[in-house]
Nanobody, 122 residues
Framework: QVQLVESGGGSVQAGGSLRLSCVAG????????IGWFRQAPGKEREGVVF???????THYADSVRGRFTISQDNANTVTLQMNSLKPEDTASYYC????????????????WGQGTQVTVSA
């Protein structure tokens, strides 16, 4: 099994920044890519940004490109730097891991963290 623990959520005003971290534990050799998803109340969970571990190739959703940056700090830690935050970025953010990396939908990821709340006020 793979365990994922997120940290770094909080509240910030529009235009501010937050930094989220995801630490993977357990059988991390199985993990080939990590993604950040978010889910706002009443909305479906959506993919935000993804990174292939090792070669560090990244993929961003259009809504966050240019504002969010994902990075792999070491073998088991991925960081999401969020700048120029907007009220519409308010959501619970989840770190997820995949051993196959066949797609960017929630169903393509088999391991999930517990989530961390990000609230952006206008």
């Amino acid at each position: 099994q793979v365990q994922l623990v997120e940290s770094g959520g909080g509240s910030v005003q529009a235009g501010g920044s937050l930094r989220l971290s995801c630490v993977a534990g357990g059988l991390i050799d199985r993990v080939k890519c990590i993604g950040w998803f978010r889910q706002a109340p009443g909305k479906e969970r959506e993919g935000v940004v993804f990174i292939f571990l090792g070669d560090r190739v990244t993929h961003y959703a259009d809504s966050v490109r240019g504002r969010f940056t994902i990075s792999q700090d070491n073998a088991n830690t991925v960081t999401l730097q969020m700048n120029s935050l907007k009220p519409e970025d308010t959501a619970s953010y989840y770190c997820a891991a995949s051993s196959a990396c066949m797609g960017w939908a929630p169903g393509d990821f088999g391991y999930w963290g517990q989530g961390t709340q990000v609230t952006v006020s206008a």
